[in-house]
């Protein structure tokens, strides 16, 4: 890690949210530092004050998805955590994540052997995109993404046995994050609030050396 770059903290609600964080991260430039996945929305929304707090000192991420709640997305942030730390980059995802992975249509159809036209062109405004996800994943023409991601008729599960491997799997050698960010306008702001934290963190960082070089002479 350079000297003067201050490592990315960020907490998620489960593991395929920590892939895309990830990601995010490393396009933006910075070192990934501890990613916590809290479990869901709730867990996570519980520790989103001692989070900022934290990033009082680092930059940090959090990203929450919208789902179904009615408020617009500056809304949803301003109720969920008033008053961000200057180093907080708090995103809220529409409406889940798999809607920023959805809107590289032509990656996300390659991924899941289906013609790019069958991709909805705006995946933010589906009111359940992992459900859409599921759809796609009904019609793929590979036998093994329908059954890794789609659930059987009698498992009461929303989704199959390894969705959660596989689009981790996409997230990491599939998904063009830039590409998607051109369909997908709370992804675009995620990225441009993510890449202000970090260039906010570096300064922080530089300025620490440069007192501790002062002091040391």
Known sequence: MPACQSPVFAAVEGPLDAA???K?????????????VRGGKRALLRRAAAYNNAARFSPWLVLVDLDADKACPPGARDKWLRGP?????????VREIEAWL??????????LRV?????????????????EVIRLARGSRSRVIQADLVPGPSS???VGPAYTSRMIEFVQQGWSTERAAGSAESLARALRALRT???AGASRARSRANQRDREGN
């Open 20 to 22: 895309v964080a990830r």
């Open 24 to 36: 995010l991260i490393e396009l933006a430039g910075a070192t990934v530092g501890t990613i916590y």
């Open 85 to 93: 730390a200057s180093l907080m980059c708090f995103r809220v995802v």
């Open 102 to 111: 959805m809107a590289d249509r032509v990656s996300f159809a390659r991924f």
């Open 115 to 131: 013609p790019v036209g069958r991709v909805p062109l705006r995946a933010e405004s589906l009111a359940d995109p992992k459900h």
């Open 156 to 158: 009461g599960r929303r």
């Open 197 to 199: 934290i970090v260039q």
